[in-house]
Every structure is written in C-alpha cells, then in structure tokens.
C-alpha cells in the first residue's frame, strides 16, 4: 500500500476511534431475553461440589460459588470446600466470586479493612491459577454504599446484595426485589429470591414470572443441605426441583460476571450509587456470624 493511503487510513482510523470512545460498548450488549436468571451459591460450603455442581452441569447452567475463608467456627473443616475443590469448580467454568476472606458485616469496616477483606480472597484465587474475582457479594446481606463505593475502587464490576430494605428479611428464606438495570446500580443488585425453609416452590415460580421486559431474576442458595445454617438450608430433593423447574421453563441460567453479555458493568454504568428505597430492614441476619452458635 503506498504511504500516502496508508496515512489516510491511519488518520480515518484515529478519527473513528476518537469519535467512539466507549460507545461501542454500549452498542455491543446483547439485549436481555425473558426469564435470564443469575444463579448464586454463598459461603463455600462441602455441598458446592457434592451436590449443587452435579446438578447445574446437568442442566448447562452457570452459577457464581462466593467463596469465603471465613465461617469456620461453624463449619466443621469438612463442610468446607477447600482451595483444591475451588480450583476445581473453576476448571469447570463456574465463576468464583468474592465473599470476603472472614464474612464480616462489612458496615463495620472502614475502606483499608474491606480491601483488606477483598484482597485475601483475590490472593488466594491468584495463588491457586483462578482469576481473580470480578464480582462480589456482601456477607450476611448487609452493605452500605460506603462499600459499594470501595468495590467500584477496586475494579469490581457487579455485586448482590440481599431483599431489604425493599422487601422484609427475617430470615429462613425471602422474596425480594426483580433485578432492573435501568434503576438498580451493577454493584447493588438485589437478590430476587434466596433459598431457606420458608422460601419454595411457589416463590421460585413468582420470582422467575417477572424476569421480562428487561427484568432479571437472581437468586441466592446456601448449603445443599446446610445443616449447621438451617435458616438458608435447602434440601438436596428441593434444589434438584428447582433446577429442573427453570429448565423447564427454558431460562437462560447465567452466573453474576455474564451479565456483561447484558448490562452496562459498573466501570461505565450510569446508574448511580444510591441507597436503594425501602423501609424493611434485615431482622435477623440470614446468614451465619463466626460469632453466633447456630442452635442444633
Ligand atoms: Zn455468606
């Protein structure tokens, strides 16, 4: 090619590039098809890999495992997954995603510890050949935008909170809010459903109902079953039913990074960081503390 046409075409080049900073990314996102559901297992239980995995491969779905160092106080060592199982569930294509290295109320902590809690996960995934994690999900439920804010700092892309405030939490399994990208910031997703003895079938149907019209259903489960945590335990029987229900039902079954396929992730989201509305507040924590003995 003569050097002439080369620098026009270099020039035409920079022009197209400087004119189209990021909107091209905007333009590539796919749009969302009806009952898109992001699946979400927190706290790295034994059962991740003895019995919710087998499940999700035999359906084709993808899922996030939360993994987190802490909870040991109530996990026996053998309730726990252990580094090689994570390893494992990665080679798979789960995604592993952050929970924290000790499962604080993170509204406890100020910004050095909660990147202090973020960075003993990612560590220990960089030390085991796992990417390091993109997505988070706040321990217990509880967050602040103070968090939010410190997640967007570190380069996280999207993050799930619990129900509340929208919707009431007393525990043992809840209703929650329809995920809306229009409205609901990528690091404040709301969790639709999470899995507990009063959270079932019924819910499950009523949560994946209003996954249209741009509208995603996520949902949360703990240990299949989760004996030492029987306020988000769920039986092995149920959560098979479940899975079979969204196959049925023909969802797309995605875990929380491929929502990039979809929606904007926090680094160029327009929505902003604000608390979400709602008067309802968390009564009980849904999830184990480190410090609280469950009762038998
Ligand atoms: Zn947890």
């Known amino acids: 090619m003569p050097r002439l046409a080369r620098s026009v075409l270099f020039c035409a080049s920079l022009v197209l590039l400087l004119a189209y900073p ?133 380069g996280y892309l999207f993050a799930r909170r619990g129900v509340a405030p929208e919707f009431p939490d007393k525990g043992w399994g809840a209703r929650g809010p329809v995920y809306d990208p229009a409205k609901d910031s990528p690091l404040l997703i709301p969790t639709t459903g999470y899995a507990g003895p009063k959270w079932g079938m019924n819910d499950l149907i009523w949560a994946i109902d209003q996954a249209k019209g741009g509208k995603i259903a996520v949902l949360a489960f703990h240990g299949v079953p989760y004996p030492r945590a029987p306020w988000v335990s769920t039986s092995p029987k149920d959560f098979e039913s479940y899975m079979k229900y969204l196959h049925d039902r023909g969802c797309t079954v995605i875990p929380l990074r491929e929502l990039a396929k979809y929606v904007q992730p926090a680094s160029v989201s327009h929505v902003p960081l604000q608390q979400p509305k709602g008067s309802y507040r968390s009564l009980l924590s849904a999830e184990p503390k480190p410090s609280v003995q469950p009762k038998p």
């Open 22 to 154: 990021r909107g091209t990314a905007q333009q590539s996102l796919l749009p969302i098809p009806d009952r898109l559901v992001v699946m979400t297992i927190d706290d790295g239980t034994k059962t991740d890999i003895t019995q919710v995995a087998p499940v999700l491969r035999r359906y084709g779905f993808g899922a996030t495992f939360y993994v987190t160092d802490g909870l040991r106080s109530i996990k026996r060592q053998d309730d726990s997954l252990t580094w090689d199982d994570i390893r494992e569930l990665n080679k798979e294509a789960f995604e592993i995603g952050n929970h924290t290295e000790n499962h604080p109320d993170v509204r406890t902590l100020s910004k050095k510890q909660l990147v202090t809690e973020l960075e003993g996960i990612e560590e220990r995934c960089k030390q085991n050949g796992i990417p390091v994690p993109t997505t988070f999900a706040y321990p217990g439920w509880q967050f602040n935008i103070q968090s939010a804010q410190v997640l967007l700092e570190k």
